[in-house]
C-alpha cells in the first residue's frame, strides 16, 4: 500500500505525497483529508497553551481538542474500504461539531476558531458527493454554530443575528467554488481516463500490428528492408539479413560500405555505389524488378529488387521499402532456354541452308518441270527462306543485337507494301485495313529490317482482331524521327502484360486460352530492330478495347 509519507533511505529526508491522491488507498486518502485541519487543530492548541492558558480548563475547548484527536485516530482506525463508501463523511460532519464546541469554549481567545471549518466545508464539497446537501451544511453548519449558543444564552439581536450570517455565507461562498472545481476537475479527469483508455487500446492494437507485420515478414522469402529519409536502416527480417551477410565480404564486419559485394547483370562488374538498389531506394528512386548479383563467384545469388517511397500528407519525403527477390533460379532457366535455342537454331541452319540450295538447284531448270512441281518448290523456298530468317533473328535477338544496313529509302512505300500484303489476311478476318501516309517520307532506315517490323506489327493487329474490326497505320515525320503507328480494335491487353510485351517468348493471359497461333518472338524482334536503328517502340492498350503500338526511328 502507498503511504503518503515515506521515507527515502537514500537522501535521509522524509517524503511527502510522492504520488497521485487517487493512487493511495481510501483510509490514506481519509487521513490525508483531514491533516490540514489536525495540524491547525495542534498549532492552535499551542498557541492557546502559550498566550491563553486558561482556555485550556475550558471542558468546551477540551471537548474540542479531545475530538479532534479522536477524528485522527478514526481515519486509520476504521476500516473504511469495508463500509459504504460516502461513510467517510462523517468524519468533516463531526469535525463542524467540534469546530462550534471549540469556538464556544474559546471565546477568550481571540483566534478565530470559528474559521477552522473551512476545512470540513472543503473536504464536503471536494468530496463530490451530494453536491447540494454538502452546499447545504457548508451554510447551516456555520450558522448553528454562531446562532445554537446565542439562543441558548438568549443574548441576541437582530444585530447580532445579522452580523453571524457573515461566516455562514462565506463557507457557502467557498463550499460552491470548491464544488464546481470538484465538478470541473471529476469531468476532465473521467475524459483524461477515457483518452488514456483509448491510447491503451490503439496501443495494444498498434503492439498487435506490430507482431502480425513481424510475423508475416518472417514468413515470407523476400528480403524485406525500410530505410528513414536519411538512408538508414529502420527495420530488416530474417531473409533480408541473409542476403546483407551473403553481400558482406568476409574481410569486414558491417553492411552497407562501399565494397559490398554487388554487381551488375554480368556477374562480374561491381555496381556502382550510386545505382545500388538501398542507395537509389534513400535517393527517393522507385523502381521494379530491378537485377544486381549479390555474393562471391561460388555462391552469387540473382535478386531482383523493387522499392516504394513513403511520403507524409504533405508529400514529404518519408523513407522507401525495399524488396529483394531471390531470382537465380530463375535467371538460371532463362539462361538455359536461351543457350537451348541457340543450338538448336544452329542446328536447323545447316539442313535449312542445304534445303535452300537444292530448291535453287532444281529451280534453275525450272523450263524442265511441270509448273505445279515449279510452283510448289516456290512454297518450299519461301518457307525454308522464311524458317532461316527466323533461325537468324533467334542467333541475333540471343546475342543481343541484330545488324542493320541503313539506306535511303521511300518509307511510305515500306507501309503500302506490308499494308497490301497483309490485305488477304485482313480480309479474311472480316478487318478494315486503313493507311493514312504522305506522299514521300525518305529516311535513312534498314529497309528489309523495317519492313519486318511493319508486317509483325500490322499481322498482330489482325491476328488479335478475331472479331473483325480496323485496323488502322498512320506514318508522319517527327522534326528528325519518323514516326508510324498501328492502331486495331481488337483484344487489348491488361497493365502486366503491357509490362511484359516485349519479351521473348511472351504471350499475353487472354492469348494464350485462344487458339491464335504464335510463339512470343514478334515483338521482341520489333523491338531489336527499332532498337539497332536508335529509334524507340511503345504501346498502350485497353482490355477489350484494342491495342495501339508507337514506332519512332531517326530520319
Not at 542445304?354 to 524442265?368: R, W
Not at 493507311?435 to 519492313?451: C, F, M, Q, W, Y
Not at 536508335?534 to 491495342?547: A, K, R, W
Request: one cysteine or more.
Amino acid at each position: 500500500m502507498k503511504r503518503p509519507i515515506e521515507w527515502d533511505a537514500k537522501s535521509g529526508r522524509v517524503m511527502f505525497f510522492q504520488h497521485a491522491f487517487h493512487e493511495y488507498s481510501l483510509k490514506d486518502r481519509v487521513a490525508l483529508s483531514q491533516l490540514p485541519l489536525t495540524v491547525t487543530v495542534c498549532l492552535t492548541a499551542i498557541l492557546v497553551g502559550l498566550y491563553f492558558p486558561a482556555t485550556l480548563g475550558n471542558p468546551l475547548f477540551a471537548i474540542f481538542v479531545a475530538t479532534q484527536a479522536a477524528a485522527w485516530v478514526l481515519c486509520y482506525a476504521v476500516p473504511w474500504d469495508r463500509l459504504p463508501f460516502p461513510a467517510f463523511l462523517a468524519i468533516p460532519l463531526l469535525d463542524i461539531i467540534s469546530i462550534g464546541l471549540g469556538r464556544e469554549g474559546g471565546q477568550d481567545s481571540p483566534l478565530g476558531i470559528s474559521l477552522l471549518t473551512v476545512f470540513p466545508v472543503i473536504w464536503l464539497c471536494a468530496s463530490g458527493l451530494y453536491r447540494r446537501s454538502a452546499l447545504a451544511v457548508s451554510f447551516l453548519g456555520p450558522l448553528a454554530m454562531i446562532w445554537t449558543p446565542q439562543f441558548i444564552h438568549g443574548t441576541y439581536t437582530p444585530q447580532d443575528l445579522l452580523r453571524g450570517l457573515l461566516l455562514p455565507i462565506m463557507m457557502l461562498g467557498i463550499g460552491a467554488s470548491i464544488s464546481v472545481m470538484t465538478q470541473s476537475m471529476v469531468a476532465q479527469q473521467k475524459r483524461l481516463e477515457e483518452r488514456d483508455a483509448a491510447l491503451l487500446r490503439a496501443l495494444a492494437d498498434s503492439q498487435q500490428k506490430e507482431r502480425l507485420l513481424n510475423t508475416v515478414l518472417e514468413t515470407v522469402h523476400l528480403g524485406v528492408v525500410a530505410i528513414d529519409a536519411e538512408g538508414r536502416e529502420m527495420m530488416a527480417n530474417r531473409k533480408q539479413r541473409e542476403n546483407q551477410v551473403l553481400a558482406t565480404p568476409g574481410e569486414t564486419d558491417h553492411h552497407g560500405g562501399p565494397q559490398l559485394l554487388v554487381f551488375d547483370a554480368d556477374r562480374v562488374t561491381p555496381t556502382a555505389a550510386d545505382r545500388r538498389p538501398m542507395r537509389r531506394a534513400a535517393l527517393g528512386q522507385e523502381f521494379t524488378d530491378y537485377l544486381v548479383w549479390v555474393g562471391t563467384a561460388g555462391e552469387q545469388r540473382a535478386l531482383s529488387t523493387s522499392a516504394r517511397s513513403m511520403h507524409d500528407d504533405d508529400g514529404n519525403y518519408l523513407g522507401s521499402v525495399i524488396v529483394f527477390g531471390d531470382v537465380t533460379a530463375l535467371v538460371d532457366a532463362l539462361a538455359a532456354k536461351d543457350d537451348f535455342v541457340s543450338n538448336v537454331s544452329h542446328e536447323f541452319r545447316t539442313p535449312l541452308t542445304s534445303i535452300t540450295g537444292y530448291v535453287d538447284l532444281m529451280l534453275e531448270e525450272a523450263e524442265n518441270l511441270p509448273s505445279w512441281v515449279v510452283q510448289q518448290l516456290g512454297i518450299v523456298q519461301r518457307n525454308a527462306d522464311r524458317l532461316l530468317s527466323l533461325v537468324s533473328d533467334l542467333l541475333a535477338v540471343r546475342a543481343g543485337h541484330l545488324i542493320v544496313q541503313p539506306h535511303a529509302v521511300d518509307v511510305c512505300e515500306l507501309v503500302k507494301s506490308s499494308v497490301a500484303s497483309a490485305g488477304p489476311k485482313a480480309d479474311d478476318g472480316g478487318v478494315r485495313l486503313h493507311v493514312d501516309v504522305p506522299g514521300r517520307l525518305e529516311a535513312h532506315v534498314d529497309a528489309n529490317r523495317i519492313s519486318q517490323v511493319l508486317d509483325n506489327l500490322i499481322s498482330n493487329a489482325i491476328k488479335y482482331s478475331p472479331d473483325g474490326g480496323d485496323v488502322h497505320v498512320t506514318l508522319l515525320r517527327e522534326e528528325n524521327a519518323v514516326m508510324c503507328r498501328v492502331k486495331d480494335t481488337g483484344m487489348g491487353m491488361g497493365k502486366q502484360d503491357q509490362a511484359d510485351a516485349f519479351t521473348r517468348y511472351f504471350r499475353a493471359g487472354n492469348v494464350r486460352n485462344t487458339g491464335i497461333q504464335g510463339v512470343g518472338l514478334g515483338l521482341s524482334i520489333c523491338k531489336a530492330i527499332v532498337d539497332a536503328h536508335g529509334g524507340t517502340i511503345d504501346l498502350q492498350s485497353v482490355p477489350g478495347e484494342g491495342t495501339t503500338f508507337t514506332f519512332r526511328v531517326p530520319a
